[in-house]
């Protein structure tokens, strides 16, 4: 029962592009969002997050949209760099403080220089 | 500032083997949270605990493993008699006492069980 789904195994983006990379949710009692970026052989590293009382947050060159009637949220990344490749997971739970989070399957970004 | 460590990174054991994954979390935090990848995979929720408590295992396979974070050392995720299916990258996370405003979890780099 995948609560959270990246239905985009892998993305590729030219450098200076944008990059969008999509994620739906089943669960509506899930309040709080984060994109994780993940290297190979090292743990996930977190990058951005939304609670469900905005609907847009915005990091530099990451921004992530959040649309709780669609269950969707999207990460934006602008300008694309080649450091920028790895695989991206969407994340998700259920209230505020420590609590477990439910994992997308993650899609790999490949940014072309 | 030392993050979340795990050793080993990398572990083989035979069928029937124990497999013991260890986990210190980030210095002043107190929550720890185990997960597990299998290839191809998103990272799965296992168990979360506190010190000396675990608050909630409802991701843990009901037989063979068991985890721990004694009141002093790291949290240790253990599993009896390993199967090739337990073969997969296994992370752990800590967050604060006090998360505050987000649920971000620090993760660590992993360990690689691969059972022979």
């Known amino acids: 029962d995948q609560q959270v789904k990246q239905n985009s195994p892998s993305l590729s983006v030219q450098e200076g592009r944008i990059s969008i990379l999509n994620c739906d949710y089943t669960?509506?009692?899930?309040?709080?969002f984060l994109w994780y970026k993940k290297y190979p052989a090292e743990g996930p590293t977190f990058l951005i997050s939304i609670s469900s009382i905005k609907d847009k947050n915005e990091d530099g060159r990451f921004t992530v949209f959040l649309n709780k009637s669609a269950k969707h949220l999207s990460l934006h990344i602008v300008p694309s760099q080649p450091g920028d490749s790895a695989v991206y997971f969407c994340a998700a739970s259920a209230q505020t403080g420590a609590n477990n989070l439910f994992f997308g399957t993650g899609t790999r970004l490949t940014v072309i220089p | 500032n030392a993050g979340v460590m795990q050793n080993p990174r990398h572990l083989v054991r035979r069928r029937g083997q124990e497999a013991r994954l260890r986990c210190s979390p980030m210095k002043g935090h107190s929550h720890v949270y185990w997960y597990r990848q299998l290839p191809e995979e998103g990272l799965k929720f296992m168990v979360y605990?506190?010190?000396?408590?675990?608050?909630?295992e409802s991701g843990m396979p009901k037989e063979r493993f068991s985890a721990e974070f004694p009141k002093e050392g790291p949290s240790i995720l253990r599993i009896q008699q390993v199967v090739r299916g337990d073969s997969a990258a296994y992370f752990c996370?800590?967050?604060?006492?006090?998360?505050?405003?987000?649920?971000?979890?620090?993760f660590g780099p992993g360990t690689r069980l691969t059972v022979l």
């Open positions: 669960n509506s009692m899930f309040d709080y």
């Open positions: 605990l506190q010190k000396e408590n675990i608050i909630d």
């Open positions: 996370a800590s967050s604060p006492l006090l998360a505050g405003v987000t649920n971000e979890q620090f």
